[in-house]
T-cell receptor
Framework: KNEVEQSPQNLTAQEGEFITINCSYS?????LHWLQQHPGGGIVSLFM???GKKKHGRLIATINIQEKHSSLHITASHPRDSAVYIC???????????FGTGTSLTVIP | GAGVSQSPSNKVTEKGKDVELRCDPI?????LYWYRQSLGQGLEFLIY????????KSGLPSDRFSAERTGGSVSTLTIQRTQQEDSAVYLC????????????FGSGTRLTVV
């Protein structure tokens, strides 16, 4: 069983659509990260959050600690948003990180 | 430099040989992580350095893997007697403070063991 589950695994959207990617985890955490991996492998850290909500441009990340769930939202999606989005959590015992398998997003013009 | 620098970007080695992968983190970043991503797989945590503390080696898959961080800056990941299953992209990331900040990834080293 994976400590971090993401859904959906694959997502295709039309440009302009509102997108939601979900992450559920089963371990106690000190922080949750959303990462973006573009084709070619480059990884960018989008958000780190331990409570509440963060917003950066068209991206919004929320976390519900009680429900052990986080969502990444993309408003007014654009083809350049096409990437793999990875949820990662840092356990609250030690330094172990657990990763979801990623959500592959394709935004069609 | 402005980002996390990894070298080499690509490495092809023969099975059984040793390899060294280098990571140059962002200046002032005290936390440094090594991960690997095998083909079609997710990210796998390998090792974590924080300041002068003893590293967290809990993710290293075998004793053929080791890493050091000299002077709290540059880190080297060494794989001895490489095996084909070691083929992966090895990623390094650094952070100012792992508890309170996000982290910046390097572009990775693609290791191919033939």
């Amino acid at each position: 069983k994976n400590e971090v589950e993401q859904s959906p695994q694959n997502l295709t959207a039309q440009e302009g659509e509102f997108i939601t990617i979900n992450c559920s985890y089963s371990v106690g955490i000190s922080a949750l990260h959303w990462l973006q991996q573009h084709p070619g492998g480059g990884i960018v850290s989008l958000f780190m959050l331990s409570s509440g909500k963060k917003k950066h441009g068209r991206l919004i990340a929320t976390i519900n600690i009680q429900e052990k769930h986080s969502s990444l939202h993309i408003t007014a999606s654009h083809p350049r948003d096409s990437a793999v989005y990875i949820c990662a959590v840092r356990g609250n015992t030690g330094n172990q990180f657990y990763f979801g398998t990623g959500t592959s997003l394709t935004v069609i013009p | 430099g402005a980002g996390v620098s990894q070298s080499p970007s690509n490495k092809v080695t023969e099975k059984g040989k040793d390899v060294e992968l280098r990571c140059d983190p962002i200046s002032g970043h005290t936390a440094l992580y090594w991960y690997r991503q095998s083909l079609g797989q997710g990210l796998e945590f390998l090792i974590y350095f924080q300041g002068n503390s003893a590293p967290d080696k809990s993710g290293l898959p075998s004793d053929r893997f080791s890493a050091e961080r000299t002077g709290g800056s540059v880190s080297t990941l060494t794989i001895q007697r490489t095996q084909q299953e070691d083929s992966a992209v090895y990623l390094c990331a650094s952070s100012r403070d792992s508890a309170n900040y996000g982290y910046t990834f390097g572009s990775g080293t693609r290791l191919t063991v033939v």
